[in-house]
């Protein structure tokens, strides 16, 4: 390689390497692919790509050439909004605890048909 | 294939004629049409061969699987092409790929081209991919039924080929003044060898409707390039076309190296496998 981000947890990161002048990254894309009619996209991983299109190009050529895919999308990386690893007990232990947010917490009423 | 029975495991995609059951065949090639397979097959080898030389030296690591992955529709399609002509000369693909001599190829000039900055290679893609489309496009109307296999195969493979020259060529031509003058002197170092390609030899006029008479692709081919170009803000370069011949085994000084690298290892071990 001849600089540059290729391993996809570094984009924002400057290229070192080499006697040429430094360039900047090509930005990093997300991509899902769906492997059928009637499910939905699941991520698959990231890249890098110059813009939209060419990221969707190089997902295909990443992603689906073992005949992965049926459809792609592409999203940049800038775009998807995280949770915040740290604040994980007040995003997602108020649930624990609370049974009564499952169905099979409640006892079926006598005479009630088709449950 | 049906999407129902499509999963990441399997290998084969769909009833697509394989190489495998090409040299199954009952019916054997006559010798013109073997001819012109090898002319086929041949275009495609060394260009995969070529494109080759990319991998891990692409601009991006996605741009290397690209390349890669061009390389390895061509040589699927130089398999189908050598097997079928192998079946007139019981032959097979590796014999003809492997224990040929230079003036026994019959490739074109185009494909032997180096491969330059990444620019003179997209160049050299934009013209191979446009011509491959236009010829296996008509290709699959042949009375050859084998042939309208192989080509309804490729033909889908050489269309994303196209797309991703295309796409590089737009971008080039009008990213930075640096890419700009890359992109113009990659076109003007390739165009000399464009013209060989609808070259007619005395041999289409053996094929009858079994081939595509090469002279009947340049006018699509010149109007695809056009508007291209055109989006581009690119001119056609105007260079004289090179002496050509390569159909008759009359190659430039790359092809002996191309060859050489690509034939040392079956030479040195005959019979090995990995």
Sequence with gaps: MTGGSTTGDDGAKAPSSGPQEPRAAWPLWEVFVRSSRGLSHVHAGSLHAPDAQMALRNARDLYTRRNEGVSLWVVPATSIITSDPDAKDQFFESPQGKDYRHATYYTKSEGVKHL | ?274
């Design chain 2, 1 to 274: 294939m049906s999407e129902a029975n499509a999963s990441a495991t399997r290998i084969t995609p769909g009833n697509a004629l394989r190489p495998e059951d090409i040299a199954l065949l009952d019916t054997k090639p006559s010798d013109a049409v073997a001819q012109y397979a090898l002319w086929l097959g041949d275009d495609a080898l060394i260009l995969a061969q070529r494109l080759g030389w990319w991998i891990s030296r692409a601009p991006e690591l996605e741009e290397d699987v690209a390349l890669a992955n061009i390389a390895l529709d061509q040589i699927g399609h130089a398999r189908s092409f050598l097997t079928y002509a192998g079946r007139a000369w019981d032959k097979t693909e590796d014999d003809l790929a492997y224990f040929r001599r230079e003036p026994e190829f019959r490739s074109v000039h185009l494909v032997e081209q180096p491969n330059g900055d990444f620019a003179r290679t997209i160049a050299r893609q934009f013209v191979v991919a446009l011509y491959q489309w236009e010829l296996y496009s008509r290709l699959v109307g042949s009375s050859d039924p084998t042939l309208a296999a192989i080509a309804a195969k490729a033909v889908k493979e050489v269309d994303y080929h196209r797309d991703h020259s295309i796409q590089w060529i737009l971008r080039l031509a009008q990213g930075t003044d640096e890419s700009r003058r890359r992109m113009i002197a990659g076109l003007k170092l390739t165009w000399p060898y464009v013209e060989e390609l609808f070259t007619d030899y005395p041999l289409v006029d053996e094929l009858g409707d079994a081939g595509v008479r090469p002279s009947t692709l340049r006018e699509p081919f010149d109007a695809a390039v056009r508007a291209i170009l055109v989006e581009a803000e690119l001119e056609p370069p105007e260079v004289p076309g090179s002496v050509g011949g390569g159909r008759l085994g009359r190659h430039s000084e790359h092809l002996g190296y191309i060859i050489a690298e690509l034939q040392v290892l079956a030479r040195e071990y005959p019979g090995a496998s990995w």
